[in-house]
């Protein structure tokens, strides 16, 4: 895939000519960016890469919003050899004593592929990560691939939409990362809607938002949520679910937290 091929064109009717041209490039510099080749028809990795003067002006003119333009300059300049950029699976001890002091508020940290890296005893009695084998504790392999993922989430579309978007951010910011291209091979075999889905190239980073959740025990759940990148690990993001003090959900996620002490 090269840095400028979206599937659907961002300005329905636009042509390779006509962007070029508004990007005041040749037709055939573009189509060879469009190919992953650097402008001297060499791969863009041997090449010197792209100047950001030229993914500017692409980008203005596919009206790439802000994350779909920082997506396009990550694409077009992947890690060089010698420097590619590895996950970091292990959660520093603190970062593990924060979420245990969080006895209210379910929290819980992702890797780059979303693996599910740490999480406290709420997240654990919401969504049940110690009952799953490590290597099924990924958020967007349960959504596809697991029966409960379906029934976890009632909007599952819209939120099976958005992972797949976030996880394609994340693969173009780490073309490099094994784990990344594992999960996305996997899931391509193995899942008609993830294949259909990563097809749309949507790209977004999904750092806020709301997701319902329905749990077996403290029924439907409205869970706003927070995302953090850990600063010593960037790599690594913090998610907490942040429910309105006092509201239903507060009290439904209080009892499940008495109830999970209880039969601890």
Not at 13 to 23: F, H, K, N, P, S
Request: with cysteine; glycine share 8%.
């Amino acid at each position: 895939m090269g840095p400028a091929s979206h599937g659907r064109r961002r300005v329905p009717g636009l042509r390779r000519e006509e962007v070029a041209q508004l990007a005041g490039v040749s037709v055939d510099y573009y189509i060879r960016l469009e190919q992953g080749r650097g402008p001297g028809g060499t791969s863009r990795t041997k090449s010197g890469g792209v100047s950001d003067a030229v993914l500017d002006s692409i980008a203005r003119v596919l009206r790439l919003d802000e994350t779909e333009h920082a997506y396009l300059h990550a694409v077009a300049r992947p890690p060089k050899k010698g420097e590619r950029r590895r996950s970091t699976p292990r959660v520093r001890p603190g970062i593990q004593l924060l979420l245990d002091s969080m006895e209210r508020t379910p929290a819980f940290v992702l890797g780059p592929s979303l693996d599910v890296l740490a999480w406290n005893a709420l997240a654990d009695a919401l969504t049940g990560f110690s009952s799953m084998a490590p290597s099924r504790r990924n958020m967007v392999r349960r959504l596809f691939l697991e029966p409960e993922g379906r029934d976890l989430y009632p909007d599952w579309a819209a939120i099976a939409a958005q992972s797949v978007a976030h996880l394609r951010l994340s693969a173009g910011a780490r073309p490099d990362d094994r784990g990344v291209r594992e999960l996305v091979g996997e899931l391509s075999v193995k899942s008609e809607d993830f294949r259909r889905l990563w097809a749309d190239h949507q790209v977004k980073a999904c750092m806020y938002g709301v997701k319902r959740v329905r749990h077996p025990v403290a029924g439907l759940l409205t869970l706003p949520y927070e995302s953090l990148t850990l600063p010593e690990a960037p790599e690594q993001t913090l998610v907490v679910y942040t429910p309105e003090p006092g509201s239903e959900t507060a009290e439904r996620l209080a009892l499940l937290a008495s109830w999970t002490t209880t039969h601890a």
